[in-house]
C-alpha cells in the first residue's frame, strides 16, 4: 500500500493576516486588467473574495469568548453566509480550515467542507467533502498551493499533497502525492445508437 502524502504542518494564522493574504490573490489578478485603484474595487468586488471574507468572519467569532457575547455576530455571519450561498452558490463550511491566501476562480455551484492549505485556488463547480450515503469516515485534507479545474470533485478521507494540479472534471477518492497532476480518465466515443 502506498504512504500517504507528506503534508506541511499549517501553521495558525490570525484572521486579518489570511484575509490580507486572500485579498492579495484577488488584487494580483485585477491589476492584470485594470489600473491600480479600479484593481482594488475589482478585488473587494469578486464573488470568491467576498464568499472567503464571510468564511473568515464565521471562524473568527467561534473564537469569541464568552459564547454568549459572540452571539449577535455569529447572527450576522449566518445571515452573510445564506446570501452569499444564495447569491453566488458558494458554500465554505465555518468547520473548514482554509489556509490563507485562498482563489475562487469563478463562482456557482462550490462547496468546501475540507481542510485547505495556504493559497489554494478552484475553480467554478468544484466539491470539498465527504462520502455521501452515510459511508463518511472524514473529510478531505489538501495540502498548499493546489490547485481544483473547474467541476473537480476531492470526496472522502483522501490526502492531498503540496502542489498538486487536479484537472477540470477529475473525482478525487484516494491519497495524491505531492507535485503530481491528476486528470480524468479519456474520452470515450461509443458507437452511434441506431435510429
Not at 477518492?173 to 497532476?181: K, L, M, N
Request: aromatic share 8%.
Amino acid at each position: 500500500m502506498e504512504a500517504s502524502p507528506a503534508l506541511s504542518v499549517p501553521q495558525p494564522v490570525p484572521p486579518r493576516s489570511a484575509l490580507r493574504a486572500d485579498y492579495a490573490r484577488y488584487l494580483a489578478v485585477a491589476q492584470a486588467h485594470h489600473g491600480r485603484w479600479r484593481a482594488r474595487l475589482s478585488a473587494l468586488g469578486q464573488f470568491g473574495f467576498i464568499a472567503i471574507a464571510v468564511y473568515r468572519l464565521g471562524r473568527w467569532t467561534r473564537r469569541l469568548q464568552p459564547r454568549w457575547l459572540a452571539l449577535p455576530l455569529r447572527i450576522v455571519y449566518r445571515v452573510l453566509e445564506l446570501g452569499v450561498r444564495i447569491a453566488f452558490g458558494i458554500e465554505l463550511s465555518s468547520n473548514s480550515s482554509i489556509g490563507p491566501g485562498f482563489y475562487i476562480g469563478h463562482a456557482f455551484g462550490i462547496v468546501v467542507h475540507g481542510d485547505l492549505g495556504a493559497r489554494c485556488s478552484i475553480g467554478q463547480g468544484v466539491t470539498i467533502g465527504a462520502k455521501g450515503a452515510g459511508r463518511s469516515r472524514g473529510y478531505p485534507r489538501l495540502g498548499d498551493d493546489v490547485y481544483l479545474g473547474a467541476g473537480a470533485m476531492v470526496i472522502g478521507d483522501v490526502q492531498v499533497g503540496d502542489r498538486v494540479v487536479v484537472g477540470a472534471n477529475t473525482v478525487v477518492v484516494q491519497d495524491i502525492p505531492s507535485d503530481s497532476r491528476v486528470v480524468s480518465a479519456r474520452v470515450r466515443i461509443l458507437p452511434a445508437r441506431p435510429r
